[in-house]
C-alpha cells in the first residue's frame, strides 16, 4: 500500500509539471491592442481555402484620401504617437557579413519578440521609420513594440543579393543572441523579398526565425526546396490584387503549396490594392499575433 500512494503521488507530480509545461506552450505572447479601430482590415469580402486566405475591401479613397492629411505624403494626426521616438535610435551593427545601418526601436536586450523590416528597391532604414508616411503604419508597429517590451531593425539594406542578405542573416543571429527563447520575425516588402528568398536559403537563420511577412514581394517558386520549408517556418503574405509588379496570383500559388505541405500560412489580399497597399494596410498586431501563436 505504501508503495501504491508513492506511485500515485509521482504520478500526480508529473502530471502537474507537465500541465504546466502545457500552460505554458500554450501562453503565446499576444501584443496588447494599439489604435486597433484605426488600423484593424476593413470588411472581409470573401474567404477561400478553408478561411486561410481573406479577401479585404481596400478602397484608395476611404483609404488613402480619407485616412491621410495629405494624400500618400502625411496620415492624419491620429494615426501617429511620437512619444515613441525616445525609444528609437540609429546604429551600425557588426555582422560576420560586415556592418549594417539599422533605425531601432525597443529593447537592444531582453527583447519579448523581435522583428526585423526589409524595404524595397531605393529604400533605406529611413523608409521603416518613418512615422508619417505609408497611413502610419510603421508607426503603428513602433508603438507596438515599444508597449510590448520588444524591438523592431528597419536595415539599410545595402544590396539585393547573396551579400546583402548574409548582413541580413547576420542581423537576425544577433537579434536572437541578444533575446534568446524569443520570436524573431523577419517581414519583407517588394524587392525585399529577393533577401527573404535568400535568407530561407541559410539553415543557420532559418533556426533563429519564429515566422516571416511577406507583403507584394516576388514569388519563390523554389521554396519548397528550401530549409524553411522543411523546418515549416510560419509564413504570413499580404498582397494586392491589382499589383502590376509581381502578380498576386503567382503569390497565391506560393501559399497554396504551404498549405498543402501543412505548412502554418495565411493570405491576406487586398481587393483592387496595388502593389505598395500591403505596406499601408497590413494589421501588424494581428499578423504578430497569428504567427506568435504558431
Known sequence: MPQSTVHCLCRLVLAAIFAGFAAGDAAALTLKPWKDELFGYPAVVETTDNGALRVVDYQEMRDINGRDQVPERRVRSAYV???????????????????????MTGKGEGASFTVIFIHGRGGDRRLGNNDWNFGG???????????????????????????????????????????????VILACASMGSFICARVVRDATAVRSLSGMVLMGGAAD????????????????????????????????????????????????????????????????????????AQ
Do not use: C
Not at 83 to 97: E, F, R, S
Open 221 to 292: 517558386g523554389d521554396y519548397a526546396k528550401t530549409p524553411a520549408f522543411k523546418a515549416k517556418l510560419p509564413v504570413f503574405f499580404t498582397h494586392g490584387d491589382s499589383d502590376g509588379v509581381y502578380a498576386a496570383n503567382d503569390q497565391i500559388a506560393v501559399f497554396r503549396k504551404l498549405l498543402k505541405a501543412g505548412i502554418p500560412t495565411r493570405f491576406v489580399l487586398l481587393q483592387t490594392g496595388g502593389h505598395g497597399t500591403p505596406v499601408r494596410m497590413t494589421d501588424w498586431r494581428e499578423t504578430l499575433n497569428w504567427l506568435f
Open 81 to 103: 504617437s511620437t512619444a515613441v521616438k525616445k525609444a528609437q535610435q540609429n546604429l551600425t551593427v557588426d555582422t560576420p557579413a560586415g556592418p549594417i545601418d539599422v533605425a
Open 137 to 183: 503604419n510603421f508607426n503603428r508597429l513602433k508603438n507596438l513594440t515599444v508597449q510590448n517590451g520588444g524591438v523592431y531593425y528597419a536595415p539599410s539594406v545595402p544590396s539585393f543579393d547573396d551579400a546583402g542578405a548574409a548582413r541580413i542573416s547576420g542581423l537576425i543571429l544577433r537579434a536572437k543572441a541578444l533575446s534568446p527563447d524569443r520570436p
